[in-house]
């Protein structure tokens, strides 16, 4: 059984930054890889960004050059450093962790929700104008 728990969500103003938590317990090992999606009212889950098992990380273009994906793998704990932060950001954040298919190299990683099985309970950041 996999648990992740999400943490640091906050409200800041434009501009300013925040760094989110994940951290994962249970059956988790070296194959299985994670990532951020969000959510925001009204709108459906997004791929925010993924880290690979190779620790390359894939980014959506919205969050590109702002935002940085990182892995702790000793402490199997997620990050996500959020810099330069805007109002559209705002949303309930996720990680999430799937275990990488055995036909895919170790340098992918998906953005797609829906092939992503174990998910946290979420934290919400909202940044304000």
């Known amino acids: 059984q996999v648990q992740l728990v999400e943490s640091g969500g906050g409200s800041v103003q434009e501009g300013r930054s925040l760094r989110l938590s994940c951290q994962a317990s249970?059956?988790?090992?070296?194959?299985?890889?994670m990532g951020w999606f969000r959510q925001a009212p009204g709108k459906e889950r997004e791929g925010v960004a993924c880290?690979?098992?190779?620790?390359?990380?894939n980014y959506a273009d919205s969050v590109q050059g702002r935002f940085t994906i990182s892995q702790d793998n000793a402490e199997n704990t997620l990050y996500l450093q959020m810099n330069m932060l805007k109002p559209e950001d705002t949303a309930m954040y996720y990680c999430?962790?799937?275990?990488?298919?055995?036909?895919?190299?170790?340098?992918?990683?998906?953005?797609?929700?829906?092939?992503?099985?174990?998910w946290g309970q979420g934290t919400q950041v909202t940044v304000s104008s």
């Open positions: 249970g059956f988790i090992d070296a194959n299985y890889y």
């Open positions: 880290i690979a098992i190779d620790g390359s990380p």
């Open positions: 999430a962790a799937r275990r990488r298919p055995h036909d895919s190299s170790a340098w992918y990683c998906s953005r797609t929700s829906s092939v992503f099985p174990h």
